[in-house]
């Protein structure tokens, strides 16, 4: 085999797996917020609602494609797949166990980065695109939260790529094996005080990146109905949909990888149990960041702006060089 | 009248926006013409009437027996108030003597509807700030299944859930069934208790709080020119509550505190609904423990619903609903019809603050403002 058709083999897998677990993990959260709100959630299609998702599936490909006749057909037509393609282009660099995944770029991580905030042209074209002043508002807000909360994301995720002293994902996961006194695992997570702080600016960036609740006002429906995919329906909300689980779950990743160990684990020399671990992690992060949706109510936009400019730009700025300076005090290693 | 406030911005381009008649915070069928500066409001046209149902005139149709089930339907969320405010009138121009366990009957309906409408404004609120798909709807579903528990208390009572018929001229239609007294006070311990962790979960939670603390500022002047009432009124530093400043139904014979909040925002009027919950509550269980024996209406028996005659004359009656003061005028000419009705809606008093206030807030607090305000449009629009 060429190493372009395996390329291709391997990359169609990850796609095809990325879908997949968008729309379970659409099944999961859902399970997860009706047992916080003392409900029961989908139940009825297949055994306790397994097949709940290819049902919304099915239900979305059926639907009619409305286009508003006001809307910029070109910009609103092509919005969803701009939106779609660095959401699940940022699962290229991510490597799932050691050796699988498509591509262990050296910038990995500065790949991953770059490319995940690509997300706000497809947004800004369908607010843009669709003529309606709710989903206008709503664009005009995604680009201010976007362009605020990428500095501190970024910021955030560096200090383990400063700690681990490469910008490879593997490698960055592999800086992070042994234990601490035996038994606490050497994640960045457990690294004294830096690692804990930096965690909590990378979670609260992500949440504002992923637009969750509380930081979810580019959707906004009490305000702005649903904000920028306001006239979208069919398989183009579908898309756009698709586009936002799989940031969210590709952030999770990331977030497992730097902060968690990645596949780390015990038995994880197997590929397939590391990949498991990996996984585990990945899901405990996305569960903590729907366990945050479904409990706090939406902050406004100033106050959105103010806590990442007056807040956490300036601590992760701080954390970052902390850092830098306790690797140049040893020496040039962090760990 | 204070005149609407006009925030001035130099040169720059301004949005229109239409929030409502269809829209996920309306409360109903509410249309505010928003005038944008960015995300600031610059200035509001409210537009109301999408469920105007002429309900006054309906009021001249009907007899005094048939139209207190009709009353609760001005204010469906509410339900109990509407229908309280009616009898009273009718009453009061009739001069009909209400037997003492009516009178405590009706404390007892008035002050659970009250714990049921806040439970509903709790829910609706937060999902206005947190989003269906948020924190929002968690508060939601909690305080609504507490609304289910009073409602449920509401069908064993009168066998309706949402619209009672519970009150007619001269006392109550039903008595207690028997085990209801039971089943009632374990919900309002359970009530009692659930309100204790929303306000937990709500007041620990400095998001809840950036969102609500110093926003929709009501000052006690505004206030007084309105003529806004209930918890608004009351979370603008006035010390006023009909069941203190006007008793009715025999409310001179319980123990209770009026809160009174001096900052006149969205977490005063917040602080005000709590409060009211739980003094609801100890209303209730004070009826409960206390209850008259003897009969529930000074006129049993109804045969025909032209059976009861108000002499000629005119009256207001009020009492204090879960949204505020709720009149009713009556004018009757000594049929069985009332020859004029007119309702004085809280929602509507209260609804009128909002061109003053919103004025400068950006638009995301138009809408916590408005679910702080807790307007039922069909009490609006009648």
């Known amino acids: 085999m060429t190493p372009l058709a395996h390329d291709a083999l391997v990359g169609f897998i990850v796609l095809n797996v990325v879908i997949g677990m968008v729309t379970y993990v659409t099944l999961l959260e859902r399970k997860f917020a009706a047992r916080m709100q003392s409900r029961i959630g989908p139940y009825y299609v297949g055994p306790h609602g397994l097949l709940q998702p290819i049902a919304d599936a099915i239900k979305l490909f059926i639907k009619e494609d409305v286009v508003p006749t006001r809307a910029d057909r070109w910009v609103y037509n092509l919005a969803p797949i701009v939106f779609l393609l660095p959401c699940v282009l940022i699962f290229a660099t991510l490597p799932f166990a050691p050796g699988l995944g498509v591509a262990d770029l050296n910038i990995g991580v500065l790949f991953f980065l770059a490319v995940s905030s690509l997300e706000i042209v497809g947004l800004f074209m369908g607010g843009w695109g669709s003529n309606n002043k709710y989903a206008l508002l709503s664009a005009m807000r995604a680009v201010n939260q976007i362009i605020s909360y990428d500095l501190p994301f970024v910021f955030a995720a560096f200090v383990p790529v400063v700690l681990a002293g490469s910008l490879q994902m593997s490698v960055i996961v592999t800086a992070q094996q042994g234990a601490w006194l035996g038994i606490v695992p050497k994640w960045f997570v457990f690294y004294p005080v830096i690692g804990q702080l930096a965690f909590v600016a990378f979670l609260v960036a992500t949440l504002a990146a992923e637009n969750r609740v509380p930081f979810d006002i580019l959707e906004a429906e009490s305000e702005l109905v649903a904000g920028f995919r306001v006239e979208y329906s069919g398989m183009k909300f579908a898309l756009i949909q698709l586009g936002e689980y799989a940031h969210m779950i590709g952030t999770s990743f990331l977030a497992a990888l730097l902060f968690l160990g990645g596949w780390l684990g015990p038995g994880s020399d197997h590929v397939l149990v590391g990949a498991l671990w990996f996984l585990l992690k990945a899901m405990f992060i996305f569960l903590v960041v729907t366990w945050v949706r479904w409990s706090f109510v939406r902050i406004r936009v100033d106050q959105i702006l103010a806590i990442s400019w007056k807040l956490l730009m300036p601590a992760s700025i701080v954390l970052l060089l902390a850092a830098a300076f306790w690797v140049a005090a040893r020496g040039g290693h962090g760990v | ?382």
């Open chain 2, 1 to 382: 009248m204070p005149e609407t406030l006009e925030i001035g911005y130099g040169g720059s381009e301004r949005l229109t926006m239409n929030m409502g008649p269809q829209h996920p915070s309306a409360h109903g069928v509410f249309r505010a013409i928003l005038t944008l500066e960015g995300e600031t409001v610059v200035g509001v046209d409210a537009v109301i009437g999408y469920l105007h149902r002429c309900h006054e005139k309906l009021g001249e149709t009907l007899t005094y027996v048939q139209y207190p089930s009709i009353a609760s339907k001005t204010d469906y969320v509410a339900a109990m108030t509407a229908e309280l405010a009616y009898v009273s009138a009718v009453e009061l121009v009739g001069k009909i003597e209400v037997p003492r366990r009516a009178q405590w009957l009706r404390v007892l309906a008035a002050e659970l509807q009250r714990v049921a409408s806040h439970c509903l404004w709790l829910g609706t609120w937060c999902m206005d700030m947190g989003g269906a798909l948020g924190g929002g709807a968690t508060v939601f579903l909690y305080a609504i299944r507490e609304r289910e528990d009073v409602l449920d208390l509401f069908e064993a009572l009168t066998g309706a859930r949402l619209l009672y018929g519970f009150h007619q001229p001269g006392g109550t239609r039903y008595d207690l069934p028997a085990g209801w007294t039971e089943q009632c006070r374990k919900t309002l311990d359970h009530v009692e208790q659930r309100i204790g962790e929303y306000e937990a979960m709500l007041e620990d939670n400095p998001f809840f709080l950036v969102r609500t603390q110093g926003v929709g500022v009501i000052s006690r002047e505004l206030a007084q020119e309105i003529g806004v009432s209930g918890p608004l009124l009351r979370g603008s530093g006035i010390d006023h509550d009909l069941r203190k400043a006007a008793p009715y139904s025999s409310y001179e014979h319980f123990q209770f505190r009026v809160p009174v909040e001096t900052a006149g925002d969205c977490f005063a009027r917040y602080r005000v609904r709590m409060v009211e919950f739980r003094e609801s509550i100890r209303i209730a269980r004070q009826v409960l423990d206390g209850l008259p024996e003897g009969p529930i209406s000074s006129r049993p028996g109804v045969k025909s619903v032209g059976q009861v005659r108000v002499p000629k004359g005119e009256g207001y009656a009020r009492v204090e609903g879960a949204r505020g003061e709720v009149g009713c005028y009556l004018v009757a000419d000594g049929g069985p019809k009332p020859y004029r009705l007119k309702w004085r809606g809280a929602s509507f008093s209260n609804l009128s603050v909002l061109p003053h206030i919103l004025p400068g807030v950006k638009v995301a607090d138009v809408v916590a403002i408005m679910g702080s305000v807790d307007p039922v449009f069909g009490e609006v629009d009648r």
